[in-house]
Protein backbone atom coordinates (compact mmCIF):
# COMPACT_ATOMS: atom_id res chain seq x y z
CA UNK A 1 0.00 0.00 0.00
CA UNK A 2 1.07 3.25 -0.89
CA UNK A 3 1.31 6.41 1.17
CA UNK A 4 -1.32 8.27 0.51
CA UNK A 5 0.29 11.77 1.86
CA UNK A 6 2.89 11.14 -1.34
CA UNK A 7 -0.18 10.35 -3.55
CA UNK A 8 -1.63 13.75 -2.93
CA UNK A 9 1.55 15.36 -3.18
CA UNK A 10 2.24 14.05 -6.40
CA UNK A 11 -0.96 14.87 -7.74
CA UNK A 12 -0.75 19.06 -6.35
CA UNK A 13 2.64 19.20 -7.45
CA UNK A 14 1.73 18.11 -10.71
CA UNK A 15 -1.45 20.12 -10.76
CA UNK A 16 0.83 23.18 -9.80
CA UNK A 17 3.76 22.98 -12.35
CA UNK A 18 0.91 22.46 -15.18
CA UNK A 19 -0.85 25.88 -14.13
CA UNK A 20 2.27 27.52 -13.62
CA UNK A 21 3.00 26.53 -17.01
CA UNK A 22 0.29 27.57 -18.90
CA UNK A 23 0.48 31.05 -17.17
CA UNK A 24 3.49 31.65 -18.30
CA UNK A 25 2.93 30.57 -21.86
CA UNK A 26 -0.05 32.56 -21.77
CA UNK A 27 1.46 35.76 -20.71
CA UNK A 28 4.48 35.65 -22.42
CA UNK A 29 3.72 34.04 -26.21
CA UNK A 30 3.66 36.65 -28.60
CA UNK A 31 0.58 37.81 -30.51
CA UNK A 32 1.29 36.63 -33.62
CA UNK A 33 1.24 33.30 -32.03
CA UNK A 34 -1.76 33.54 -29.70
CA UNK A 35 -3.65 31.16 -32.74
CA UNK A 36 -0.92 29.30 -34.37
CA UNK A 37 1.76 26.34 -33.42
CA UNK A 38 -0.86 24.41 -31.19
CA UNK A 39 1.98 21.27 -30.85
CA UNK A 40 4.87 23.59 -30.56
CA UNK A 41 2.86 24.95 -27.64
CA UNK A 42 1.95 21.10 -25.93
CA UNK A 43 5.16 20.57 -26.69
CA UNK A 44 6.49 23.68 -24.25
CA UNK A 45 4.09 23.07 -21.60
CA UNK A 46 4.63 19.40 -21.08
CA UNK A 47 8.59 19.77 -21.33
CA UNK A 48 8.42 22.45 -18.39
CA UNK A 49 5.80 19.92 -16.55
CA UNK A 50 8.29 17.03 -17.24
CA UNK A 51 11.14 19.28 -16.39
CA UNK A 52 10.06 20.55 -12.93
CA UNK A 53 8.81 17.18 -12.02
CA UNK A 54 12.31 16.12 -12.57
CA UNK A 55 13.83 17.76 -9.72
CA UNK A 56 10.79 17.50 -7.68
CA UNK A 57 11.38 13.52 -7.94
CA UNK A 58 14.29 13.85 -5.52
CA UNK A 59 12.41 15.70 -2.51
CA UNK A 60 9.43 13.12 -3.45
CA UNK A 61 12.35 9.91 -3.13
CA UNK A 62 13.76 11.51 0.27
CA UNK A 63 10.13 11.25 1.28
CA UNK A 64 9.31 8.07 0.11
CA UNK A 65 12.40 6.47 1.92
CA UNK A 66 11.85 8.43 5.29
CA UNK A 67 15.56 7.66 5.91
CA UNK A 68 15.48 4.55 5.89
CA UNK A 69 18.00 2.10 3.94
CA UNK A 70 15.68 0.58 1.64
CA UNK A 71 15.92 -1.07 -1.69
CA UNK A 72 17.54 2.22 -2.61
CA UNK A 73 20.86 0.82 -1.19
CA UNK A 74 20.85 -2.41 -3.39
CA UNK A 75 24.40 -1.60 -4.66
CA UNK A 76 25.68 -0.22 -1.59
CA UNK A 77 24.53 -3.77 0.28
CA UNK A 78 25.70 -5.75 -2.63
CA UNK A 79 29.22 -3.92 -2.54
CA UNK A 80 29.05 -4.75 1.61
CA UNK A 81 28.22 -8.19 0.52
CA UNK A 82 31.01 -8.91 -1.94
CA UNK A 83 33.47 -7.17 1.17
CA UNK A 84 32.49 -9.70 3.86
CA UNK A 85 32.23 -12.94 1.41
CA UNK A 86 34.62 -12.51 -1.93
CA UNK A 87 37.58 -13.86 -0.05
CA UNK A 88 35.92 -16.23 2.20
CA UNK A 89 36.42 -20.50 2.29
CA UNK A 90 33.47 -21.04 0.63
CA UNK A 91 32.00 -22.73 -2.54
CA UNK A 92 31.08 -20.90 -5.52
CA UNK A 93 27.48 -22.66 -5.19
CA UNK A 94 26.78 -21.49 -1.30
CA UNK A 95 28.36 -17.95 -1.98
CA UNK A 96 25.73 -17.72 -4.71
CA UNK A 97 23.21 -19.12 -2.70
CA UNK A 98 23.57 -16.55 0.16
CA UNK A 99 23.96 -13.57 -2.69
CA UNK A 100 20.49 -15.00 -3.92
CA UNK A 101 19.14 -15.36 -0.42
CA UNK A 102 20.22 -11.58 0.62
CA UNK A 103 18.65 -10.25 -2.48
CA UNK A 104 15.70 -11.86 -2.57
CA UNK A 105 14.80 -10.47 1.24
CA UNK A 106 15.98 -7.16 0.51
CA UNK A 107 13.56 -7.10 -2.00
CA UNK A 108 11.09 -8.26 0.26
CA UNK A 109 12.13 -5.11 3.36
CA UNK A 110 13.01 -2.70 1.61
CA UNK A 111 10.78 0.42 0.82
CA UNK A 112 10.19 -0.79 -2.67
CA UNK A 113 8.21 -3.82 -1.14
CA UNK A 114 5.70 -1.18 -0.24
CA UNK A 115 5.64 -1.28 4.01
CA UNK A 116 4.47 2.13 4.82
CA UNK A 117 5.45 1.24 8.05
CA UNK A 118 8.77 2.22 7.36
CA UNK A 119 8.58 4.64 4.17
CA UNK A 120 5.93 5.35 1.33
CA UNK A 121 5.78 2.00 -0.73
CA UNK A 122 6.84 4.21 -4.25
CA UNK A 123 8.21 2.32 -6.63
CA UNK A 124 11.44 5.21 -7.09
CA UNK A 125 13.16 3.38 -9.70
CA UNK A 126 10.02 3.17 -11.66
CA UNK A 127 9.57 6.82 -11.97
CA UNK A 128 12.94 7.58 -12.56
CA UNK A 129 12.98 5.24 -15.66
CA UNK A 130 10.20 6.91 -16.97
CA UNK A 131 11.97 10.48 -16.65
CA UNK A 132 14.76 9.30 -17.83
CA UNK A 133 13.19 8.15 -21.31
CA UNK A 134 10.89 11.09 -21.31
CA UNK A 135 14.17 13.28 -21.38
CA UNK A 136 15.75 12.04 -24.53
CA UNK A 137 12.50 11.60 -26.40
CA UNK A 138 11.88 15.42 -25.42
CA UNK A 139 15.26 17.09 -26.37
CA UNK A 140 15.91 14.87 -29.71
CA UNK A 141 12.80 14.28 -30.69
CA UNK A 142 9.79 16.32 -30.15
CA UNK A 143 11.42 19.97 -29.33
CA UNK A 144 13.37 19.11 -32.64
CA UNK A 145 10.56 18.42 -35.00
CA UNK A 146 8.42 21.36 -33.08
CA UNK A 147 11.50 23.79 -33.82
CA UNK A 148 11.61 22.51 -37.78
CA UNK A 149 7.82 22.38 -38.15
CA UNK A 150 7.13 26.24 -36.53
CA UNK A 151 10.83 27.44 -38.17
CA UNK A 152 8.90 26.07 -41.85
CA UNK A 153 6.74 28.97 -42.24
CA UNK A 154 9.59 31.28 -43.17
CA UNK A 155 12.37 28.91 -44.53
CA UNK A 156 14.63 29.23 -41.94
CA UNK A 157 16.12 26.92 -39.14
CA UNK A 158 16.31 28.63 -35.59
CA UNK A 159 20.18 27.93 -36.15
CA UNK A 160 20.08 30.19 -39.46
CA UNK A 161 20.54 27.36 -41.96
CA UNK A 162 18.56 27.88 -45.14
CA UNK A 163 16.20 24.74 -45.59
CA UNK A 164 14.87 25.97 -48.89
CA UNK A 165 11.96 28.56 -49.77
CA UNK A 166 8.53 26.88 -49.84
CA UNK A 167 7.96 26.93 -53.65
CA UNK A 168 6.59 23.60 -54.14
CA UNK A 169 4.34 23.86 -51.27
CA UNK A 170 5.78 21.14 -49.10
CA UNK A 171 3.88 20.50 -46.06
CA UNK A 172 5.14 21.76 -43.01
CA UNK A 173 5.09 18.43 -41.58
CA UNK A 174 7.07 16.82 -44.31
CA UNK A 175 9.99 19.44 -44.12
CA UNK A 176 9.84 18.71 -40.17
CA UNK A 177 10.19 14.93 -40.56
CA UNK A 178 13.21 15.26 -42.70
CA UNK A 179 15.09 17.15 -40.63
CA UNK A 180 14.21 15.51 -37.59
CA UNK A 181 14.89 11.67 -39.06
CA UNK A 182 18.17 13.09 -39.79
CA UNK A 183 18.40 14.34 -36.33
CA UNK A 184 17.55 11.36 -34.69
CA UNK A 185 19.89 8.72 -37.12
CA UNK A 186 22.47 10.78 -35.50
CA UNK A 187 21.59 10.37 -32.03
CA UNK A 188 20.46 6.76 -32.25
CA UNK A 189 23.89 6.23 -33.56
CA UNK A 190 25.70 7.71 -30.37
CA UNK A 191 23.52 6.44 -28.15
CA UNK A 192 23.79 2.80 -28.79
CA UNK A 193 27.48 2.81 -29.69
CA UNK A 194 28.15 4.86 -26.45
CA UNK A 195 26.18 2.26 -24.30
CA UNK A 196 27.89 -0.81 -26.43
CA UNK A 197 31.63 0.28 -25.39
CA UNK A 198 31.05 2.53 -22.17
CA UNK A 199 27.87 1.09 -20.13
CA UNK A 200 30.01 -0.66 -17.69
CA UNK A 201 30.45 0.75 -14.22
CA UNK A 202 33.35 -0.08 -11.84
CA UNK A 203 31.95 -0.04 -8.09
CA UNK A 204 35.00 0.29 -5.59
CA UNK A 205 34.53 -2.30 -2.87
CA UNK A 206 36.56 -2.82 0.36
CA UNK A 207 37.71 -6.38 0.40
CA UNK A 208 38.27 -8.37 3.58
CA UNK A 209 39.67 -11.80 4.33
CA UNK A 210 37.78 -14.18 6.96
CA UNK A 211 40.59 -15.68 9.11
CA UNK A 212 38.98 -18.00 10.68
CA UNK A 213 36.59 -21.36 10.19
CA UNK A 214 33.76 -21.64 7.99
CA UNK A 215 32.32 -23.57 10.84
CA UNK A 216 31.95 -20.57 12.73
CA UNK A 217 29.72 -18.42 10.14
CA UNK A 218 25.99 -18.32 10.40
CA UNK A 219 25.20 -20.46 13.10
CA UNK A 220 22.26 -19.24 14.53
CA UNK A 221 19.24 -20.59 12.80
CA UNK A 222 16.79 -19.04 10.48
CA UNK A 223 12.47 -19.43 11.60
CA UNK A 224 10.44 -20.83 9.78
CA UNK A 225 8.20 -19.17 7.47
CA UNK A 226 5.14 -17.07 9.09
CA UNK A 227 1.97 -17.84 7.10
CA UNK A 228 -1.23 -14.95 7.01
CA UNK A 229 -3.59 -15.64 9.29
CA UNK A 230 -6.66 -15.26 7.07
CA UNK A 231 -4.91 -17.13 4.20
CA UNK A 232 -3.31 -20.24 5.69
CA UNK A 233 -1.79 -20.84 1.93
CA UNK A 234 0.24 -17.91 1.67
CA UNK A 235 3.59 -17.13 3.22
CA UNK A 236 4.36 -13.70 4.48
CA UNK A 237 7.71 -11.71 3.13
CA UNK A 238 10.45 -12.25 5.35
CA UNK A 239 11.46 -9.50 7.48
CA UNK A 240 14.85 -8.27 9.16
CA UNK A 241 13.38 -8.74 12.93
CA UNK A 242 13.04 -12.31 12.36
CA UNK A 243 16.78 -12.34 12.40
CA UNK A 244 18.37 -13.50 16.28
CA UNK A 245 20.45 -10.42 17.54
CA UNK A 246 24.27 -10.40 17.46
CA UNK A 247 26.18 -13.01 19.62
CA UNK A 248 29.40 -14.00 20.92
CA UNK A 249 30.06 -15.97 17.59
CA UNK A 250 29.54 -13.19 15.44
CA UNK A 251 31.60 -10.86 17.77
CA UNK A 252 34.61 -13.59 16.69
CA UNK A 253 33.61 -13.49 12.53
CA UNK A 254 33.88 -9.73 12.82
CA UNK A 255 37.44 -9.63 14.82
CA UNK A 256 38.76 -12.34 12.40
CA UNK A 257 38.41 -10.25 9.07
CA UNK A 258 41.40 -9.28 7.68
CA UNK A 259 41.03 -5.66 5.46
CA UNK A 260 43.18 -5.12 2.50
CA UNK A 261 44.55 -1.97 1.81
CA UNK A 262 43.76 -1.19 -1.72
CA UNK A 263 40.10 -0.61 -3.20
CA UNK A 264 38.96 -3.46 -5.36
CA UNK A 265 36.13 -3.14 -8.07
CA UNK A 266 33.41 -4.53 -8.90
CA UNK A 267 32.08 -4.34 -12.69
CA UNK A 268 28.47 -4.43 -13.68
CA UNK A 269 26.87 -3.51 -16.54
CA UNK A 270 24.30 -0.76 -16.05
CA UNK A 271 20.70 -1.13 -17.44
CA UNK A 272 19.37 0.63 -20.76
CA UNK A 273 17.82 3.68 -19.01
CA UNK A 274 20.38 4.36 -16.49
CA UNK A 275 22.82 4.45 -18.85
CA UNK A 276 20.88 7.04 -21.12
CA UNK A 277 20.68 9.09 -17.80
CA UNK A 278 24.23 8.77 -17.08
CA UNK A 279 25.12 10.16 -20.98
CA UNK A 280 21.99 12.90 -20.77
CA UNK A 281 23.45 14.36 -17.49
CA UNK A 282 26.96 13.73 -18.97
CA UNK A 283 25.92 16.37 -22.07
CA UNK A 284 24.32 18.82 -20.01
CA UNK A 285 27.07 19.35 -17.78
CA UNK A 286 28.30 21.31 -19.95
CA UNK A 287 25.55 23.74 -20.47
CA UNK A 288 24.84 23.99 -16.70
CA UNK A 289 27.91 24.33 -15.78
CA UNK A 290 28.54 27.23 -17.71
CA UNK A 291 25.20 28.63 -18.04
CA UNK A 292 24.37 27.57 -14.27
CA UNK A 293 27.74 28.98 -12.87
CA UNK A 294 26.62 32.37 -14.99
CA UNK A 295 23.12 32.17 -13.76
CA UNK A 296 24.00 31.91 -9.74
CA UNK A 297 26.04 35.21 -9.60
CA UNK A 298 23.48 36.63 -12.29
CA UNK A 299 20.13 36.15 -10.80
CA UNK A 300 20.31 37.68 -7.59
CA UNK A 301 22.58 40.99 -9.38
CA UNK A 302 20.02 42.12 -12.02
CA UNK A 303 16.74 41.44 -9.60
CA UNK A 304 18.48 43.87 -7.42
CA UNK A 305 19.22 45.86 -10.02
CA UNK A 306 15.84 45.77 -11.44
CA UNK A 307 15.17 47.33 -8.24
CA UNK A 308 18.06 50.13 -8.44
CA UNK A 309 16.98 51.08 -11.70
CA UNK A 310 13.52 51.16 -11.18
CA UNK A 311 11.67 53.92 -13.24
CA UNK A 312 11.97 57.70 -11.67
CA UNK A 313 10.71 60.98 -12.78
CA UNK A 314 11.97 63.29 -15.55
CA UNK A 315 12.00 66.63 -15.63
CA UNK A 316 11.98 68.42 -19.27
CA UNK A 317 15.71 68.36 -19.82
CA UNK A 318 16.06 64.59 -18.95
CA UNK A 319 13.20 64.11 -21.12
CA UNK A 320 14.27 65.87 -23.76
CA UNK A 321 17.88 64.09 -23.84
CA UNK A 322 16.12 60.69 -23.29
CA UNK A 323 13.89 61.20 -26.35
CA UNK A 324 16.87 62.18 -28.52
CA UNK A 325 18.68 59.44 -27.81
CA UNK A 326 16.16 56.68 -28.43
CA UNK A 327 14.89 58.74 -31.83
CA UNK A 328 18.57 58.30 -32.96
CA UNK A 329 18.96 54.70 -31.73
CA UNK A 330 16.15 53.96 -34.02
CA UNK A 331 17.34 55.58 -36.96
CA UNK A 332 20.43 53.47 -36.71
CA UNK A 333 18.71 49.94 -36.25
CA UNK A 334 16.68 50.85 -39.70
CA UNK A 335 19.24 52.02 -41.78
CA UNK A 336 21.08 48.63 -40.53
CA UNK A 337 18.09 46.47 -41.11
CA UNK A 338 17.80 47.57 -44.60
CA UNK A 339 21.31 47.07 -45.12
CA UNK A 340 21.00 43.70 -43.78
CA UNK A 341 17.86 43.06 -46.10
CA UNK A 342 19.81 44.49 -49.26
CA UNK A 343 22.81 42.25 -48.26
CA UNK A 344 20.87 38.96 -47.98
CA UNK A 345 18.85 39.95 -51.37
CA UNK A 346 22.11 40.18 -53.31
CA UNK A 347 23.18 37.34 -52.13
CA UNK A 348 20.17 35.17 -52.39
CA UNK A 349 19.96 36.52 -55.86
CA UNK A 350 23.90 35.39 -56.94
CA UNK A 351 23.16 31.73 -55.14
CA UNK A 352 20.66 31.08 -57.70
CA UNK A 353 22.34 32.69 -60.82
CA UNK A 354 25.73 30.47 -59.95
CA UNK A 355 23.89 27.52 -58.31
CA UNK A 356 25.40 27.91 -55.22
CA UNK A 357 23.93 25.98 -51.85
CA UNK A 358 24.70 26.58 -48.30
CA UNK A 359 28.44 27.75 -48.51
CA UNK A 360 28.38 29.40 -52.14
CA UNK A 361 28.31 33.15 -52.11
CA UNK A 362 29.45 35.01 -55.55
CA UNK A 363 31.52 32.19 -56.63
CA UNK A 364 34.50 32.81 -54.20
CA UNK A 365 36.49 30.22 -52.38
CA UNK A 366 34.61 27.87 -49.42
CA UNK A 367 36.83 29.72 -47.00
CA UNK A 368 36.04 33.04 -47.88
CA UNK A 369 32.49 32.29 -48.15
CA UNK A 370 32.26 30.05 -44.49
CA UNK A 371 34.55 33.74 -43.24
CA UNK A 372 31.54 35.81 -44.70
CA UNK A 373 28.57 33.53 -43.49
CA UNK A 374 30.22 34.06 -39.68
CA UNK A 375 30.42 37.54 -40.30
CA UNK A 376 26.66 37.89 -41.36
CA UNK A 377 25.94 35.96 -38.61
CA UNK A 378 27.93 38.04 -35.72
CA UNK A 379 26.09 40.89 -37.31
CA UNK A 380 22.97 39.41 -37.01
CA UNK A 381 23.42 38.60 -33.66
CA UNK A 382 24.94 42.35 -33.10
CA UNK A 383 21.87 43.81 -34.68
CA UNK A 384 19.17 41.63 -32.45
CA UNK A 385 20.64 42.76 -29.58
CA UNK A 386 20.96 45.98 -30.37
CA UNK A 387 16.69 45.71 -31.17
CA UNK A 388 16.57 43.97 -27.52
CA UNK A 389 18.58 46.61 -25.75
CA UNK A 390 16.36 49.36 -28.06
CA UNK A 391 12.84 47.43 -26.93
CA UNK A 392 13.95 47.15 -23.08
CA UNK A 393 14.66 50.94 -23.05
CA UNK A 394 11.54 52.32 -24.67
CA UNK A 395 9.70 50.12 -21.88
CA UNK A 396 11.75 51.77 -19.46
CA UNK A 397 11.38 55.53 -21.22
CA UNK A 398 7.56 55.02 -20.86
CA UNK A 399 7.34 53.85 -17.55
CA UNK A 400 9.36 57.14 -16.52
CA UNK A 401 6.81 58.96 -18.75
CA UNK A 402 3.78 58.02 -20.25
CA UNK A 403 2.88 55.39 -17.87
CA UNK A 404 4.13 57.04 -14.77
CA UNK A 405 1.37 57.39 -12.81
CA UNK A 406 0.18 53.56 -13.45
CA UNK A 407 3.41 51.87 -12.65
CA UNK A 408 2.57 49.44 -10.14
CA UNK A 409 5.36 50.30 -7.30
CA UNK A 410 5.43 46.80 -5.66
CA UNK A 411 7.13 45.49 -8.98
CA UNK A 412 10.44 47.00 -8.04
CA UNK A 413 9.85 46.50 -4.49
CA UNK A 414 9.02 42.69 -5.10
CA UNK A 415 12.38 42.31 -7.30
CA UNK A 416 14.12 43.63 -4.72
CA UNK A 417 12.60 40.95 -2.16
CA UNK A 418 13.26 38.13 -4.79
CA UNK A 419 16.72 39.73 -5.28
CA UNK A 420 17.85 39.56 -1.68
CA UNK A 421 16.87 35.82 -1.33
CA UNK A 422 18.23 34.81 -4.42
CA UNK A 423 21.54 36.39 -3.28
CA UNK A 424 21.29 34.11 0.05
CA UNK A 425 20.48 31.05 -1.65
CA UNK A 426 23.72 31.60 -3.98
CA UNK A 427 25.92 32.24 -1.37
CA UNK A 428 24.12 28.91 0.24
CA UNK A 429 25.19 27.60 -2.62
CA UNK A 430 28.48 28.39 -3.22
CA UNK A 431 29.57 27.09 1.08
CA UNK A 432 27.93 24.23 0.63
CA UNK A 433 29.96 23.78 -2.60
CA UNK A 434 33.20 24.66 -0.90
CA UNK A 435 32.30 23.12 2.35
CA UNK A 436 30.76 19.74 1.82
CA UNK A 437 31.26 18.71 -1.89
CA UNK A 438 35.11 19.49 -2.56
CA UNK A 439 37.28 18.76 -0.12
CA UNK A 440 38.68 15.61 -0.49
CA UNK A 441 37.78 12.71 2.02
CA UNK A 442 35.27 13.68 4.87
CA UNK A 443 33.61 16.89 4.16
CA UNK A 444 34.44 20.10 6.52
CA UNK A 445 30.26 20.43 7.46
CA UNK A 446 27.11 18.62 6.23
CA UNK A 447 26.00 22.54 6.11
CA UNK A 448 22.92 22.57 4.21
CA UNK A 449 22.23 18.63 5.35
CA UNK A 450 22.18 19.23 8.63
CA UNK A 451 19.78 22.16 8.03
CA UNK A 452 17.26 19.91 5.90
CA UNK A 453 17.63 17.19 8.59
CA UNK A 454 16.93 19.93 11.66
CA UNK A 455 14.03 20.72 9.85
CA UNK A 456 12.57 17.10 8.92
CA UNK A 457 12.94 16.61 12.84
CA UNK A 458 10.04 18.69 13.64
CA UNK A 459 8.50 19.22 10.53
CA UNK A 460 9.76 17.02 7.70
CA UNK A 461 7.45 18.31 5.10
CA UNK A 462 9.77 22.07 5.42
CA UNK A 463 12.73 19.73 4.18
CA UNK A 464 11.30 18.31 1.36
CA UNK A 465 10.12 21.68 0.34
CA UNK A 466 13.75 23.01 0.71
CA UNK A 467 15.28 20.73 -0.95
CA UNK A 468 12.58 21.42 -3.89
CA UNK A 469 13.79 25.19 -3.85
CA UNK A 470 17.25 24.80 -4.38
CA UNK A 471 17.14 22.41 -7.30
CA UNK A 472 14.57 24.33 -8.79
CA UNK A 473 16.48 27.56 -8.32
CA UNK A 474 19.41 25.75 -10.58
CA UNK A 475 17.09 25.25 -13.22
CA UNK A 476 15.97 28.60 -13.06
CA UNK A 477 19.92 29.99 -12.73
CA UNK A 478 20.58 28.20 -15.89
CA UNK A 479 18.21 29.81 -18.45
CA UNK A 480 19.22 32.96 -16.53
CA UNK A 481 22.35 32.44 -17.35
CA UNK A 482 22.18 31.40 -20.91
CA UNK A 483 20.36 34.63 -21.55
CA UNK A 484 22.74 36.32 -19.77
CA UNK A 485 25.89 34.65 -21.41
CA UNK A 486 24.38 35.11 -24.85
CA UNK A 487 23.32 38.62 -23.79
CA UNK A 488 27.31 39.64 -22.65
CA UNK A 489 29.15 37.58 -25.71
CA UNK A 490 27.29 36.84 -28.47
CA UNK A 491 28.53 33.51 -29.80
CA UNK A 492 24.87 32.70 -30.44
CA UNK A 493 21.35 33.78 -30.62
CA UNK A 494 19.88 35.24 -27.63
CA UNK A 495 16.24 33.64 -26.68
CA UNK A 496 14.75 36.19 -23.44
CA UNK A 497 11.67 35.26 -21.91
CA UNK A 498 9.53 38.51 -22.62
CA UNK A 499 6.20 39.28 -21.41
CA UNK A 500 3.68 39.04 -24.34
CA UNK A 501 6.37 39.15 -26.72
CA UNK A 502 8.27 35.55 -26.41
CA UNK A 503 7.86 33.65 -29.93
CA UNK A 504 7.94 30.15 -30.01
CA UNK A 505 11.35 29.41 -31.25
CA UNK A 506 12.65 31.36 -28.32
CA UNK A 507 9.75 28.96 -25.96
CA UNK A 508 11.10 25.63 -27.36
CA UNK A 509 14.79 26.50 -26.66
CA UNK A 510 14.31 27.74 -23.36
CA UNK A 511 12.13 24.74 -22.82
CA UNK A 512 15.12 22.26 -24.50
CA UNK A 513 18.19 23.89 -22.01
CA UNK A 514 15.71 23.07 -19.13
CA UNK A 515 15.26 19.67 -19.96
CA UNK A 516 19.07 19.13 -20.70
CA UNK A 517 19.85 20.99 -17.46
CA UNK A 518 17.63 18.88 -15.13
CA UNK A 519 19.32 15.71 -15.19
CA UNK A 520 22.71 17.38 -13.84
CA UNK A 521 21.06 19.42 -11.12
CA UNK A 522 19.63 15.72 -9.83
CA UNK A 523 22.77 14.52 -10.33
CA UNK A 524 24.53 18.03 -8.54
CA UNK A 525 22.02 17.85 -5.54
CA UNK A 526 22.15 14.23 -5.15
CA UNK A 527 25.99 14.49 -4.44
CA UNK A 528 25.52 17.90 -2.64
CA UNK A 529 22.81 16.22 -0.31
CA UNK A 530 24.09 12.83 -0.15
CA UNK A 531 23.88 13.01 3.92
CA UNK A 532 20.02 14.03 3.89
CA UNK A 533 19.32 11.76 0.75
CA UNK A 534 21.50 8.70 1.34
CA UNK A 535 18.75 6.37 1.60
CA UNK A 536 16.91 7.60 -1.65
CA UNK A 537 16.96 5.68 -5.02
CA UNK A 538 18.04 8.16 -6.99
CA UNK A 539 21.45 7.85 -4.49
CA UNK A 540 22.13 4.29 -5.85
CA UNK A 541 21.76 5.12 -9.18
CA UNK A 542 23.19 8.36 -9.55
CA UNK A 543 25.83 8.00 -6.23
CA UNK A 544 27.14 4.45 -7.44
CA UNK A 545 26.01 3.32 -11.26
CA UNK A 546 26.54 6.50 -12.80
CA UNK A 547 29.10 7.96 -10.84
CA UNK A 548 31.92 5.13 -11.71
CA UNK A 549 30.76 4.60 -15.76
CA UNK A 550 33.79 3.66 -17.69
CA UNK A 551 35.15 6.99 -19.65
CA UNK A 552 32.96 9.26 -17.73
CA UNK A 553 33.95 8.41 -14.10
CA UNK A 554 36.77 10.78 -14.38
CA UNK A 555 34.98 13.87 -14.29
CA UNK A 556 32.63 13.10 -11.69
CA UNK A 557 35.14 11.37 -9.45
CA UNK A 558 36.93 14.36 -9.46
CA UNK A 559 34.52 16.75 -9.11
CA UNK A 560 35.44 18.01 -13.10
CA UNK A 561 31.98 20.28 -13.46
CA UNK A 562 31.92 21.12 -10.16
CA UNK A 563 34.88 23.39 -10.14
CA UNK A 564 34.08 24.39 -13.55
CA UNK A 565 30.64 26.05 -11.96
CA UNK A 566 32.20 27.34 -8.88
CA UNK A 567 35.04 28.75 -10.90
CA UNK A 568 32.46 30.26 -13.56
CA UNK A 569 29.71 31.90 -10.65
CA UNK A 570 33.07 33.55 -8.98
CA UNK A 571 34.31 35.06 -12.38
CA UNK A 572 30.76 36.21 -13.56
CA UNK A 573 30.39 37.47 -9.94
CA UNK A 574 33.85 39.56 -10.23
CA UNK A 575 32.74 40.73 -14.27
CA UNK A 576 29.01 41.79 -13.69
CA UNK A 577 30.56 43.35 -10.18
CA UNK A 578 32.59 45.86 -12.58
CA UNK A 579 29.99 45.84 -15.73
CA UNK A 580 26.43 45.77 -14.15
CA UNK A 581 24.84 46.73 -17.10
CA UNK A 582 23.75 45.35 -20.14
CA UNK A 583 24.80 47.80 -23.08
CA UNK A 584 24.30 47.09 -27.13
CA UNK A 585 26.88 47.40 -29.76
CA UNK A 586 27.49 50.58 -31.24
CA UNK A 587 24.47 51.53 -34.07
CA UNK A 588 26.95 53.86 -35.92
CA UNK A 589 29.86 51.13 -35.54
CA UNK A 590 27.77 48.36 -36.27
CA UNK A 591 25.92 50.31 -39.86
CA UNK A 592 29.29 51.62 -41.16
CA UNK A 593 31.05 47.88 -40.94
CA UNK A 594 28.26 46.82 -42.64
CA UNK A 595 29.01 49.80 -45.34
CA UNK A 596 32.01 48.64 -45.30
CA UNK A 597 31.84 45.25 -46.16
CA UNK A 598 29.14 46.07 -49.06
CA UNK A 599 31.50 48.67 -50.59
Known amino acids: MVDVFLIVAIVVAFLILAVVGFYVLVKYQHPDDKNEAWFPKLVVWTGFVIAGATVLLLPLDVANNEGYPGKSTMFDRLKHLHEVSCRLELSEEKINN ?37 IPAYVFVLIPFSTFFYEADDGMLMAGTSVGA ?111 AGLMAFIGWFFFALFGGVGIAAMPLDLIMNFVNRPRHMDAVEFAEAQLSIRERVNELVDIGELLKIER ?87 HIILYILPPGNPITPFLNNYFQWFDRWFPLFGVLSVALFTFYLLLCAVKGCFKFGLR ?7 PMKLNGTYMSSFLFN ?29 QIFGTQVQYLAFFSYFWVYNVFVYAILAVALLT ?8 KDTSADGVALRDRLKSRKG
Open 98 to 134: ICAYAFANHYATGCDGYDTQVCGGLNMTLFWNIFFWL
Open 573 to 580: AIYLGCKP
Open 489 to 495: FLFFTIH
Open 166 to 276: NAKKKSRIWNALKWEFATLVIVTLVFFLTYYFLSDTNIPIREHQYNGTTSELFVYETPGPRYNESNASQILPFQSWELEPMGEGDRRVMESNHEFSQMGTVVVQVGLATFF
Open 345 to 431: EQKEMANSGRGGGFLCFGGKSGGTSRKEAREEKKTLRDFKKAVYMLEKDVEDFQNCTANYNTYNVLIPIGSLIVGICAFIISIFWIL
Open 511 to 539: TGLILLCALPVVQFCTTAFATYAQYATVR
